[in-house]
């Protein structure tokens, strides 16, 4: 019986790690489509890699020029 309930947990916890197929290379791919979404303000490519809603903020930096009187 501790065998049997040994060999079950062996093989539930063996199936906790079955989801590498996301590789550092798929990674880097959805980091690039984010950010090239990012730099062209196309928020329809940002959203098409993230999960859920996601809070896009415009920050607006103006420059100020003096004025000479």
Known sequence: MKL??????FL??????AQDS???EDAKQ??????EGFHKGDTLQ???VVLGNIAT?????LKMEAIEL
């Open 4 to 9: 049997f309930l040994l060999s079950l947990s």
């Open 12 to 17: 539930f916890s063996s199936l906790l790690f």
């Open 22 to 24: 996301f590789s550092e």
């Open 30 to 35: 959805v980091i690039d489509t984010f950010f």
């Open 46 to 48: 940002m959203k098409s």
């Open 57 to 61: 903020q415009t920050v607006l930096h």
